[in-house]
């Protein structure tokens, strides 16, 4: 087991340092860009053959929204998992994963033989500073055995609280200051409809193509293939590009039809009334799952009954199956 309380090297401080300035400057909410820095600390101090942190979703399933395999982005993913693998682990006894503790036997539970198999696994879970809830993991891997020592675990675990911590200040934050409470419509950084998403991806991707072209790569032989690789980047960006510009040109999110199929309900009012509807879902675990406090979740609630024109939270399920026949209640 890796202590604590030992003190970090003096180039894992300045690493770590780094990744702690990095993580309090990036924006609220910018989840990406701190999963990003965390990779990029253990990059820096060990071996990383991949790299990805998930979130739970219920007793089950796990998200997957960032996962860098041998320097690949990977696209997102939301996996289901079982009693015996290393997700359950990680989720029901919220202690740190060594591949030497069964010489990899839960790690490699639905793996396939690959050409470079991962030797060493480190995967830590993300625990709620205040209800001690394992709200998801961390996760690097190697192909060279035992390359993850104990101030590499300890280093990991900081990068797991330090990310967590963020989290828990986007929350508070609008808590603290009451500023969506009442009017969640008025939160800049949840799109409220296609056309806001659509307007949001291709200001990302505006930013991704100018900061493409501004490489300049020296006139160097051995730099050919990274420079064919960035121009079939821009390429590619300028496509995609285009492709979000033509959508968002088509899109109409005034239609008074979609008003008449949410009953006046905001993006997130109707998206906490489909997952009670569906998935029979509590305060708590809606705060969970859509990583909010309770308090936020109450008002919402609050909102939907309102709307509804109804007073109990059970009859939400029959009112919004009505409204939406695929969001009708679950026959148990």
């Not at 609050?302 to 969001?327: C, D, E």
Request: with cysteine; glycine share 6%.
């Amino acid at each position: 087991m890796a202590d604590d309380t030992a003190s970090f090297s003096p180039f894992a401080v300045s690493v770590l340092r780094a990744a702690d300035r990095r993580l309090r400057s990036s924006d609220r909410g910018d989840m990406m860009t701190r999963y990003a820095a965390c990779r990029a600390a253990m990059c820096a101090l060990t071996r990383v053959d991949t790299f990805y942190v998930g979130h739970y979703i219920g007793k089950t399933t796990l998200s997957i929204p960032y996962c860098v395999d041998n320097k690949q982005f990977l696209s997102a993913d939301v996996q289901q998992f079982g009693p015996n693998g290393l997700s359950e682990y990680i989720r029901s006894t919220g202690q740190i994963y060594r591949y030497a503790q069964d010489g990899g036997r839960r790690a490699r539970m639905g793996w396939s033989t690959t050409d470079n198999p991962i030797l060493d696994v480190l995967v830590v879970p993300l625990r709620h500073p205040e209800t001690e809830e394992i709200l998801g993991m961390m996760c690097v891997e190697s192909t060279v055995a035992d390359t993850y020592d104990d101030e590499i675990v300890r280093a990991l675990q900081w990068l797991s609280r330090a990310l967590v911590w963020e989290m828990t200040q986007d929350r508070s934050f609008a808590d603290d200051l009451g500023l969506y409470e009442l009017y969640p419509e008025l939160d800049s950084t949840r799109p409220r409809n296609e056309t806001e998403m659509l307007r949001t991806l291709t200001g990302e991707l505006e930013r991704l193509r100018l900061a493409l072209h501004d490489i300049e790569l020296p006139d160097d032989p051995t730099l050919a293939e990274a420079g064919r690789l960035i121009e079939d980047a821009r390429a590619s960006g300028e496509r995609l590009h285009m492709r979000l510009a033509d959508l968002l040109a088509t899109a109409h999110p005034d239609d008074p039809t979609l008003k008449d199929n949410t009953a006046g309900l905001t993006t997130r009012e109707l998206e906490v009334a489909t997952l009670i509807a569906v998935d029979g879902l509590t305060n708590r675990e809606l705060a969970e799952r859509l990583f909010i406090s309770e308090k936020t979740v109450k008002v919402h609630v609050g909102n939907v009954l309102r709307k509804l024109g109804i007073a109990q939270r059970s009859a939400i399920p029959y009112v919004i199956g009505a409204i939406h026949p695929s969001t009708s209640p679950r026959e148990s």
